[in-house]
C-alpha cells in the first residue's frame, strides 16, 4: 500500500512557476514510477508527466506531454520518498487539479493503468 500527498499548489500569474511536490509512504517508493495528471473542471483527467524507477546506471527516463514538454520537469529523490513536477512559464490553461500517482514498476501514460492516488492540489494560472 502507498499513500501519496501532493502540495505546492497556489495561485500564480502567467510566465510565473511553482514546484509540486508528492510525498509517498512506503518502503519501495524507489520501484514504482510515478506520473503527474491534471484535471480541469468539465474536462477528463490527462496524462502530464512520469518517471521510470532507476533502472539503469543513469537513472530514471522521463516522459512528458506535448503540452507541457520544455516548461515542466519531473524529478524524484528516492532517498525522501518524494517525488517533484517543476513548472515554468506557466499558461491560465495549465489551470487544473495536479494529481500524483504510483505505478508499479512499469510506467504508463493512461490514469486508469496506476494503482495509487493522491487528493490533488489545485494549480490556478491567471492571465
Known amino acids: 500500500q502507498v499513500q501519496l500527498v501532493e502540495s505546492g499548489g497556489g495561485l500564480v500569474q502567467a510566465g510565473g512557476s511553482l514546484r509540486l511536490s508528492c510525498a509517498a509512504s512506503?518502503?519501495?517508493?524507489?520501484?514504482?514510477?510515478m506520473g503527474w495528471f491534471r484535471q480541469a473542471p468539465g474536462k477528463e483527467r490527462e496524462f502530464v508527466a512520469a518517471i521510470t524507477p532507476a533502472i539503469t546506471w543513469s537513472g530514471s527516463n522521463t516522459y512528458y506531454a506535448d503540452s507541457v514538454k520544455g516548461r515542466f520537469t519531473i524529478s524524484r529523490d528516492n532517498a525522501k520518498n518524494t517525488v517533484y513536477l517543476q513548472m515554468n512559464s506557466l499558461k491560465p490553461e495549465d489551470t487544473a487539479v495536479y494529481y500524483c500517482?504510483?505505478?508499479?514498476?512499469?510506467?504508463?501514460?493512461?490514469?486508469?493503468?496506476?494503482?495509487?492516488w493522491g487528493q490533488g492540489t489545485q494549480v490556478t494560472v491567471s492571465s
Open positions: 512506503g518502503r519501495t517508493f524507489s520501484s514504482y514510477a
Open positions: 500517482a504510483a505505478k508499479w514498476t512499469v510506467m504508463g501514460f493512461s490514469p486508469y493503468e496506476y494503482d495509487y
